[in-house]
């Protein structure tokens, strides 16, 4: 039976059965980019500099002024005009001073001492003037001389003799544009601000910076056998996904704004997941993706949504789906805590990544440190490395969690297997 008309957002996007690990990849992450272009705006807010750490930048971002924007002193010195002696233009003196007033005048304007003062100067040949670091270089200035090379006796000032020839060079003069020119792309679309981004950003001019929205995530946890705490009974789990998917989400840059749990009950989950769908960009789901009776949320995702991708095909993991609605993303996950961290590693992540207008997180090159047997398809074993390579953990079942709490990676094994020493790839990790 057909499934319902595509939403106009996921237009050109191929749906995909038993997708491989790239594919599948791929095609998630065309889906957050392609939803994300759908929004008013783009998906594009304006913050300042203050809040801008940890948010991705939605457009390249210019230099509002070259870096530094004038030429300033590396050192506590003097700013010079040819080899020497000079003659220091003190205050007072209206020798140097390029508007008629008198060097102590300029002191009074407000501005910081050292940058007012000698910008306010030309130093003609064999003058001086003094300059503190960061402060503005004169014009026509030739070197700096470093306070503890510099000799004074009242308005002369000569080299130390024990100074080094090299503070005649033109040393200690930082050039304005030096780090960047005005007009030019500090930061790239996709990047990921640092701290860093920030406070250069800052020096650059800036005050704001267009972000990208960040992704607004729903979870759906399905099971009437899910307990939430304490001890549960012989037929009953704990759940496993309410404490640890949040923390994925952000670490792929979403926000988990909503969490609600559904009964197995086919009606109640149609209503859930209709009302999750219309406020958020991704709606995850948990349990319910196999074709057994007691499985609600495959047969819901079918009917409601446009699947993209019917089943990986990997281990674990397998009975995933990932699906578009009218105005968001669906991404089904098995109930198997394993299989559903695994599919959200690397369909979730994609997605987030592509509504975020990063690249996804790359697989990285491996080496198996041991003989890994053949299987029916590739599967994703939770691993840690050592010195002959990368080993599985233990308890590595789709239905466990200690071998991912022990990972620093996902190990890719091939369905022909690996020897020892053979090179395959590993997805790092996000914690």
């Known amino acids: 039976m057909p499934g319902p008309t595509p939403p106009a957002w996921s237009s050109g996007l191929e749906p995909l059965h038993h997708a491989a690990r790239d594919a599948a ?21 304006i913050v300042p500099l203050d809040r801008a750490a940890g948010r991705t930048a939605a457009r390249g971002v210019r230099a509002a002024c070259s870096v530094p924007h004038y030429a300033s002193s590396a050192m506590d010195g003097y700013a010079v005009h040819g080899p020497g002696p000079w003659r220091v233009v003190a205050p007072g003196s209206r020798a140097g001073a390029s508007d008629g007033r008198r060097l102590d005048d300029h002191l009074t304007d407000g501005a910081a001492p050292g940058a007012s003062a000698a910008s306010a100067v030309t130093l003609a040949p064999g003058t001086a003037v003094p300059v503190v670091t960061g402060g503005v270089i004169p014009d026509s200035t030739t070197t700096v001389i470093r306070e503890e090379f510099a000799t004074r006796r009242g308005e002369l000032l000569e080299l130390s003799p024990d100074s080094p020839r090299t503070e005649l060079a033109g040393r200690h003069i930082r050039p304005a544009g030096a780090e960047c020119a005005e007009g ?49 009974a012989p ?79 990997l281990m674990p993991g397998h009975p995933t789906l990932f699906a578009a609605a009218r105005d968001t993303a669906v991404l ?19 997605f987030l990544a592509g509504h975020l207008g990063r690249d996804p997180q790359p697989f990285a090159p491996a080496i198996a440190g041991e003989d890994l047997a053949d ?22 079942g789709s239905n466990m969690v200690r071998g991912l709490a022990a990972a620093q990676g996902l190990l890719s094994v091939p369905r022909d297997g690996l020897a020892r020493g053979q090179e395959t790839v590993v997805l790092p990790l996000p914690w």
């Open 375 to 396: 299987a029916r398809s590739e599967r994703l074993l939770p691993a840690r490395r050592h010195e002959d390579g990368w080993v599985p953990c233990r308890a590595v």
């Open 332 to 350: 089904a996950l098995p109930g198997n805590p394993l299989g559903a961290m695994v599919a959200f590693l690397l369909l979730g992540g994609a």
């Open 25 to 45: 990849r791929t095609l998630a992450h065309r889906a957050g980019s392609a939803l994300a272009d759908s929004r008013p705006g783009g998906a594009i807010e």
């Open 184 to 232: 030019e792309t500090v930061v790239r679309a996709g990047t990921v601000l640092s701290p860093a981004h920030a406070a250069f950003l800052a020096v650059a001019g800036r005050d704001d910076v267009p972000v990208c929205t960040v992704p607004r995530v729903a979870l759906l946890l399905t099971g009437s056998e899910v307990r939430t705490s304490g001890l549960p």
């Open 235 to 313: 037929g009953y789990v704990r759940d496993a996904f309410s404490m640890s998917l949040p923390p994925m989400v952000k670490a792929f840059g979403g926000r988990t704004v909503t969490v609600r749990r559904g009964p197995d009950d086919a009606a109640a989950l149609r209503c859930l997941l209709r009302e999750l769908s219309a406020e958020h960009d991704l709606v995850v789901t948990t349990g319910g993706t196999s074709r057994s009776r007691a499985d609600f949320v495959r047969p819901l995702v079918q009917d409601e949504c446009h699947v993209l991708v019917d089943q990986l095909d």
